[in-house]
């Protein structure tokens, strides 16, 4: 077990840093404590910084998991409802939407690339349901398209808006 002292002074408050290495049997851990000498303010640090910390790693782990589940190669398989009714793709129609893990994504033709950009996805207030948020460049401006989502087993479903009967729900598969 080893152990290092820093001493650290903010904002009139002396905070004392003692990081005590621990070893388990699974992994190395390190524990540090934090003791405060103004009690008043530091209660209210130590309240902000818990806070700050949950909502900081509750919002990444559902962001990862987004990602997780969105990254690969997605091509389209049925469009259903709307207008035009339902219509069933073939496998190798060559409409592809590629995510990958480090936020990029490009939609893919037969004939090339349509678009591609940066993604963004969160949970969605509606169970089982993301935010999907797509921006890319058109003209020289940064559009953004936000999608309802839905995974269900190897599919991805773009939902339609709750707010218009007209748009269709839209179906890709996971391919290699």
């Known amino acids: 077990m080893g152990e290092e ?3 650290y002074r903010s904002a009139g408050i002396i905070l004392t840093v003692v990081k005590e290495t621990v070893n388990t ?20 640090t130590l309240v902000i910084a818990s806070l700050a910390y949950i909502l900081f790693f509750s ?6 998991e987004g990602r997780q589940m969105v990254t ?4 389209l398989r049925q469009s259903a409802g709307g207008f ?4 069933d793709y073939e496998p190798g129609n060559g409409t592809v939407y590629i995510f990958d893990n480090n936020k990029g994504y490009q939609l893919s033709t037969s004939t090339g690339t349509v678009r591609s950009g940066t993604y ?5 207030s509606n169970s089982g349901d993301w935010l999907l948020k797509l921006q890319y460049l058109f003209n020289n401006q940064v559009l953004t398209e936000n999608d309802s989502v839905r ?3 190897n599919k991805l479903v773009f939902l339609p808006s709750a707010s218009c009967c007209d748009i269709p729900t839209i179906s890709y598969e996971q391919i290699n």
Do not use: H, Y
């Open 120 to 124: 963004e996805i969160n949970k969605s």
């Open 84 to 87: 035009a009714g339902t219509i």
């Open 72 to 75: 690969g190669k997605w091509e």
């Open 25 to 44: 049997r699974i992994l190395p851990a390190t524990k540090v404590f934090f003791c405060l000498s103004d009690k008043k303010k530091g209660m209210k």
């Open 151 to 153: 995974f269900d087993k």
């Open 5 to 7: 002292k820093g001493r």
């Open 59 to 64: 919002c990444k782990k559902s962001n990862v």
